[in-house]
């Protein structure tokens, strides 16, 4: 009986313990291997990669601090990709939240592109380049506004800059300027994005999605209303894997880094339901005998 | 002849057949441009898109990458305007013949959704057919929903064990069906609490749900006839920050120790936390959303769970007005002929797949 | 009056929303776009105002009444009124008329968002693993051929989204993608078409004044 307490009344803690272990040492001691990409990455890559040079990638950063591990990753790849081929980038937010992150994400990769750059036309400038609208409340307006005229929804960027004055929205007016829109979201926004802009402007969209969120966004990549789609760490680890096997980049892969804590957590919960039904069909067995 | 001879020298063959319409089902100034591609295409850099309003003075208003042959132009409605389109390589420019004189409009119909207004009408109206046979008496037989059938037994543990009732209904906002099919379901359990003096603890995500619940709570404590019974602060508004909402209700779990959870309404990732967290106090649990990701955390955590539309229909179902349960059947009938025209369309998708069964090419 | 009035603004605000749609012409669009970018910004904003009245409010008499555990109904009032000083007068970098800098030690209001918010909510949600796995040790027994099937799924799908998978099988990672691609796809789509009809039926009912349990109090 005790063998079977054993195996179905594991006190909890001791699951975090293992788990705890888990997942942290392989932070520590950290190690990245290469990742096979899936076609959804391959898709949203692609569509990317095929913006025509007088179109604009709109991004739009909706991950949260506590989404940042796996969402923040594909934005520090897609940006790279994007500076890399000198396609422009509007980035946007639909929630205040986000802002200070898509902030830092753009300022990150637009400084790991100037250290290197020897002249002015290599280097990222903001205005340029790209830019950086901010956030209009309530989330549906900018959707919808956009369709019309950019600046008339975000008439200041983010900096307070009149976006009107800026050299990218002298070309890019509104969606029929743009050639992608990319949502990275923990929740439901890109399914807004589809919804409005891509149903009333026809705008592209692809998205980068939390893994929880994944079994709800798979119908619209089946119906190619989504271009492409990154899920989860797992997702973010192949747009890195993309982005350095075809552009050449070597930088410091954060969600490839993770991925064995990720693989070993997946293992440990395995390990612990088999051990669970072990318990439940020993137990189950018995009370078939005794009865 | 001039634009040909030109072309014939610089070797770019022109775009051909310049047709500008009224965009069609927008809302005006806009203009589509439509044209042949040149015979140059591919060897061309781009079509640069000139306008004028005379027909005489022509200025440049757009660029198309080669290969596209669609352009759409910002116009003023009700004023005419003539069009060419030029193929570019390098300094060379071959100019078409100018299109026929075009004007913008807005449109009182957008002619795209015409197949939704129909959807939504049938549908409709079947819910209003269903609702007319319910004024008239007929019965409507819904089944079984184990969640909402619960509710009383829920609110009467919670009585016996002298403990309160938790009633979390999730961060949506007000305009979210499911937050409002979670305040219906607030309106029943609030009856129940006022009528047998049960402590109800209700925090909230969003401040207008909370205002919109406080009024639910205190007018149904007061149609049960126990309006003095009513706390203001049992309902109350917390934050509209996801994981601090998902940890002062997990405090409330710990330190309150309900002996009832309802967790109804609209859910992101913080559904297991507070799932797993009541689950660990021993709590009884109903829960229900429409949303598909939260629905697995929900069913492995809590004793009950209403799937999708089962929330839609608690309202209805605790009612048993028959003008609500006449709109279920609605739905149900729509739900069939979806599902008859996904299998009809599914068949046909099969036979052309055949080459010998083509028969609907 | 007080019944009939909410109703007949909830059936012309809710006709107002679905003419657009379906009208493009610029006297509908321009309406709602005043309803959307206007009244609906004005409205949330005083949404806030109510909430935070509330949430204050229940903790001053928290603390009035010497409630359970109320010395924390302090140190979120406090915690309140100085992030919201700091927010309003002290800019978004440390540029506002309130000076947000001692030496090198900042605390203006994305300093204290990037230390305090940030890993806070990074922390709640790590939760989730922890809970996923006592969860999933607790609950997931194979108790009939569903639930059996479903844990099979469940472990083909955990192990084939993983590089580990693609060491066990070539083909783990694609059975796992087709898992997703097909029979998860049409069990959402299957809920997704409920739902999504569920709404309409619900909006309508909302609309008409057929459903009425919004209102508060019992029926009728």
Redesign the interface.
């Known amino acids: 009986m005790k063998a079977i307490d054993l195996l179905t009344k594991i006190d909890r803690r001791i699951i975090y313990l293992i788990l705890f272990a888990v997942v942290t040492l392989p932070i520590i001691f950290p190690s990245v291997k290469s990742v096979r990409v899936m076609p959804p990455v391959e898709k949203l890559y692609a569509a990317i990669d095929n913006i025509p040079e007088e179109k604009a990638l709109i991004i739009d950063f909706d991950y949260d601090p506590q989404t940042l591990p796996e969402i923040e990753p594909m934005a520090f790849a897609v940006l790279r990709h994007a500076f890399t081929k000198r396609i422009k980038v509007l980035a946007l937010s639909l929630y205040v939240q986000p802002l200070g992150l898509a902030q830092n994400a753009l300022v990150s990769v637009a400084e790991e592109f100037n250290v290197a750059a020897a002249t002015r036309e290599d280097s990222i400038i903001y205005g340029r380049d790209y830019v950086f609208l901010g956030w209009q409340p309530p989330p549906l307006i900018p959707i919808l506004g956009m369709g019309e005229s950019i600046v008339n929804v975000y008439k200041t960027d983010y900096y307070g800059n009149r976006t009107d004055t800026l050299p990218v929205m002298k070309e890019i007016k509104n969606y029929g300027d743009v050639g992608l829109l990319v949502s990275l979201s923990s929740g439901d926004p890109p399914k807004w994005w589809i919804e409005y802009a891509q149903n009333r402007f026809g705008v592209k969209v692809g998205a980068g999605i939390t893994a929880v969120s994944a079994s709800e966004f798979y119908p619209y990549l089946q119906t190619g209303q989504f271009s492409g789609l990154m899920v989860g760490m797992k997702g973010a680890a192949e747009y890195e894997e993309e982005v350095e096997s075809n552009l050449g980049i070597k930088v410091r892969r954060k969600a490839s880094e993770s991925l064995p804590s990720l693989t070993y957590a997946h293992v440990v919960i395995i390990l612990f339901i088999v051990i669970g039904n072990t318990g439940y069909f020993i137990s189950r067995r018995r009370e078939r005998r005794l009865s | 002849m001039n634009i040909v001879m030109l072309a014939g020298f610089l070797a770019i063959a022109p775009p051909a057949s310049v047709r500008g319409y009224d965009t069609p ?5 806009s203009i589509t441009l439509e044209w042949t591609l040149s015979p140059d295409d591919g060897v061309i850099e781009r079509y640069e898109i000139y306008r004028s309003c005379n027909g005489v003075d022509y200025e440049k208003i757009g ?1 198309m ?1 080669r290969g596209r042959g669609l352009f ?1 132009d ?1 116009t003023e409605d009700r004023r005419q305007y003539y069009y060419k389109v030029a193929a570019v390589a390098d300094t060379a420019r071959a100019f078409s013949e100018p299109s026929a004189p075009v004007m913008s409009s ?5 002619r795209k ?1 015409i197949n939704i ?1 129909v959807a ?1 009408a049938v ?2 109206g079947l ?1 209003l057919l269903f ?1 007319q046979r319910a004024r008239r008496g007929q019965k409507l037989f819904v089944r079984k929903i184990a969640g909402l059938q619960a509710i009383d037994d829920a609110v009467g543990r919670a009585t016996e064990m002298g403990k309160p009732i938790l009633y979390c209904p999730g961060i949506g906002y007000i305009e979210d ?1 499911a937050t ?2 979670s ?2 379901i607030l ?1 029943e359990v609030a ?1 129940k609490c006022g009528q047998y003096n049960t402590e109800l603890i209700n925090p ?1 995500f ?3 749900v ?3 619940a406080r ?6 404590y ?2 049960v006839g126990r309006p003095d019974a009513f706390d203001p ?1 049992s309902v ?9 909402y ?2 002062a209700v997990d405090g409330i779990m710990l ?1 309150e120790r309900p002996a009832t959870n309802f967790l109804v309404g609209w859910f ?3 559904s ?2 507070l ?3 009541g ?2 106090t021993g709590a009884i649990q109903i829960a229900g959303t ?4 939260q ?1 697995p ?1 929900f069913v ?2 809590c004793d009950y769970t209403l ?3 089962e929330l ?2 608690a ?1 209805a179902y605790i ?1 048993r ?1 028959p ?2 349960l006449g ?2 059947k ?2 149900d009938w ?2 069939v002929i ?1 599902g008859a025209i996904i299998i009809a369309g599914s068949i046909l998708g099969l036979l052309t797949a055949f080459p010998i069964l083509r028969l609907f090419d | 009056m007080k019944r009939n009035f909410p109703l007949l603004l909830v059936f012309v605000f809710g006709v107002l929303g679905i003419i657009p749609f379906i009208i493009p012409h610029p006297v509908v669009q321009g309406t709602d776009e005043f309803l959307r970018n206007n009244l609906l910004k004005i409205l949330a904003a005083f949404a806030l105002i109510l909430g935070l009245g509330s949430l204050l409010r229940v903790h001053f008499d928290k603390i009035k009444r010497r409630g359970q555990n109320w010395e924390y109904s302090w140190v979120l009032i406090a915690t309140f009124i100085v992030t919201s000083i700091i927010g309003l007068f002290g800019g978004v970098s440390g540029t506002g008329i309130l000076p947000t800098r001692i030496g090198s030690f900042a605390f203006d209001i994305w300093t204290i968002y990037f230390n305090v918010e940030v890993p806070l909510g990074a922390a709640m949600f790590a939760l989730l693993s922890f809970f996923m796995a006592s969860a999933a040790y607790r609950a997931f027994r194979a108790r009939s051929t569903q639930a059996t099937l479903l844990l099979t799924a469940a472990f083909v799908v955990m192990l084939g989204v993983l590089p580990l998978g693609n060491e066990i099988s070539p083909h783990l990672p694609s059975f796992a993608q087709w898992i997703m691609d097909v029979p998860n796809v049409a069990g959402q789509r299957g809920i997704l078409f409920g739902v999504a009809l569920g709404m309409i039926a619900t909006a309508l009912k909302i609309i008409l004044g057929i459903e009425r349990s919004w209102l508060g109090g019992g029926g009728e």
């Open positions: 089902d927008d809302g005006g100034r660029v990458g759409e910002d807005a449109q009182w119909l957008n959704k207004i939504v549908f409709g819910i609702i069906i409002i099919a305040l219906s309106g009856k909230h969003d401040p207008i909370y205002t919109v009024e639910i709570v205190k007018e149904s007061a149609s602060d109350y508004y917390v934050t509209d920050s996801q994981f601090a998902a940890a330190r992101r990732a913080e297991l936390i799932a797993e967290t689950a660990s429409d949303q598909v990701s629905l955390f492995t955590a799937i999708g539309e839609y229909a309202s009612s007005e003008l609500l709109a279920i609605g739905e729509g739900k979806i």
